[in-house]
């Protein structure tokens, strides 16, 4: 494996309560992201961290906040989840190499966290 | 915001069967990428595409990032039944980081 590690790996919460995941990689690569992935939507991007305290939206950020204070460590935060967040939620690193050969800038995920919310 | 529609979303074939499916997108890409996802498990990298024209194989595996930049295709030869599992295209715009995925082909073979 890459040495990328989520925790936890399942959760069931409920509605109303805060839920935290925590991804943390062993590469000291510069960029991490948060994925979900539901049927028929495929991965779908929530935030993103270009470096420690630097972070982005993605497509589907609202209802999610993020934190890295460390580059090993990337947690996701739902502040009070809903039963819409129920989900498989992945991380996943990239070096953002721009050399355009040898597997330059490509996502590795880790194993995922599922997460539901009744 | 940038979609990519990924075709088919699902395939039977018989073992031995070569297998192609192809991603579209509404913006130009610099970089593209195939994964497989076998279930309970995170997507696996198969190819990383990053020239127009590019043609790569890995394996069984051929993937090619379209001319127009705006499209890939995958193309697995003679399947077998661990090719069973959901194929994932993802493109990247040009010094954003952020990859955008399709929605998934589901193989199913059939031994």
């Known amino acids: 494996d890459a040495g990328i590690t989520q925790s936890p790996r399942h959760k069931v919460t409920e509605t109303g309560t805060p839920v935290t995941l925590r991804c943390h990689q062993t590469e000291n690569h510069r960029y991490m992201y948060w994925y979900r992935q539901d049927p028929g939507h495929g991965l779908r991007l929530i935030h993103y961290s270009y470096g420690v305290k630097d972070t982005d939206k993605g497509e589907v950020s609202d209802g999610y906040s993020v934190s890295r204070s460390k580059t090993e460590d990337f947690l996701l935060t739902l502040e009070s989840a809903t039963s819409s967040q129920t989900s498989v939620y992945f991380c996943?690193?990239?070096?953002?190499?721009?050399?355009?050969?040898?597997?330059?800038?490509?996502?590795?995920f880790g194993a995922g966290s599922r997460l539901t919310v009744l | 915001g940038q979609q990519l529609n990924q075709s088919p979303q699902s395939m039977f074939i018989q073992e031995g069967e070569d297998v192609s499916m192809n991603c579209t997108s509404s913006?130009?890409?610099?970089?593209w990428l195939w994964y497989k996802q076998d279930p309970g498990e995170g997507p696996v990298l198969l190819i990383a595409?990053?020239?127009?024209?590019e043609l790569t194989s890995n394996g069984r595996l051929t993937a090619q990032f379209g001319i127009t930049r705006k499209d890939s295709f995958l193309n697995i030869s003679a399947s077998i039944p661990s090719d069973v599992g959901i194929y994932f295209c993802a493109g990247e715009s040009s010094g954003t980081y952020k990859y955008i995925f399709g929605t998934g082909t589901r193989l199913k073979v059939l031994a």
């Open positions: 595409l990053y020239k127009a024209g």
């Open positions: 913006s130009i890409f610099n970089t």
């Open positions: 996943a690193i990239s070096d953002g190499r721009t050399s355009g050969t040898g597997g330059a800038n490509v996502l590795t």
